[in-house]
């Protein structure tokens, strides 16, 4: 079946600018991850979702960050005002429920000029 | 708070050795441990976890991993290095959220 799905694959933008990164779930998966996997930091747990309930956010670094999901589907992060530390792969995972494994997308390079 | 440390950023076997990468994990709770593999422009994919049940655990690909509660321990080995083994590897601890905390990360050649 379908995997986790993340779009774009590659984005490059200038400093300044607001991105916005998409991630498709596995269909019937209620929990859905992010993740920002860079250089420096490794991999960074940024904000939860589970079925329809409000988001977990403790991960987010910064206001700037902010993430939805409609419907309890497809979520989208944006982030506003980019700064070059925004460098980074962004991965996205679900999972049946929460506790059970996580599956992960592809994640989206993003990259800050 | 629950942490993973991950010994060794850069192993290097050659082809047929055994494969021995290093993961320690701080919980102040029963841990729930996985390992994960990923290759380059790839995201992550499940190898094994440990879930309470069997301290000895066996995934894909021919890895398995031993839970060592006195060591605070949880090595991943393969008795045979593949050339397409070579990648990098992640250990992590479950969170409070369901997320995952992951190692740095140990990445593996495979010497022809």
């Known amino acids: 079946g379908a995997g986790v799905s993340q779009s774009p694959s590659n984005k490059v933008t200038e400093k300044g600018k607001d991105v916005e990164l998409r991630c498709d779930p596995i269909?019937?998966?209620?929990?859905l991850y992010w993740y920002r996997q860079s250089l420096g930091q490794g991999l960074e747990f940024l904000i939860y979702?589970?079925?329809?309930?409000?988001?977990?956010k403790s991960g987010l670094p910064s206001d700037r960050f902010s993430a939805e999901r409609t419907g309890g589907s497809v979520s989208t992060l944006t982030i506003q005002r980019t700064q070059q530390e925004d460098s980074a792969v962004y991965l996205c995972?679900?999972?049946?429920?929460?506790?059970?494994?996580?599956?992960f997308g592809d994640g989206t390079r993003l990259s800050i000029l | 708070a629950q942490s993973v440390t991950q010994l060794g950023s850069h192993v290097s076997v050659s082809e047929g050795a055994l494969v021995l990468l290093r993961c320690n994990y701080s919980?102040?709770?029963?841990?729930?441990l996985f390992w994960y593999v990923q290759y380059p422009n790839q995201g992550l994919q499940l190898l094994l976890k440990?879930?309470?049940?069997?301290?000895l655990v066996k995934g894909i690909n021919g890895f398995e991993a031993e839970f060592k509660k006195s060591e605070t321990s949880f090595h991943l080995t393969k008795p045979s290095a593949h050339m397409s083994d070579a990648a990098e590897y992640f250990c992590?601890?479950?969170?409070?959220?369901?997320?995952?905390?992951f190692g740095k990360g140990t990445k593996l050649s495979v010497k022809p």
């Open positions: 269909s019937g998966h209620t929990a």
């Open positions: 995972a679900s999972s049946l429920g929460f506790g059970d494994p996580q599956h």
């Open positions: 992590a601890v479950r969170g409070s959220q369901g997320n995952l905390i």
């Open positions: 979702f589970q079925g329809n309930s409000a988001p977990d």
């Open positions: 919980s102040s709770v029963p841990p729930y």
């Open positions: 440990y879930t309470s049940a069997a301290t």
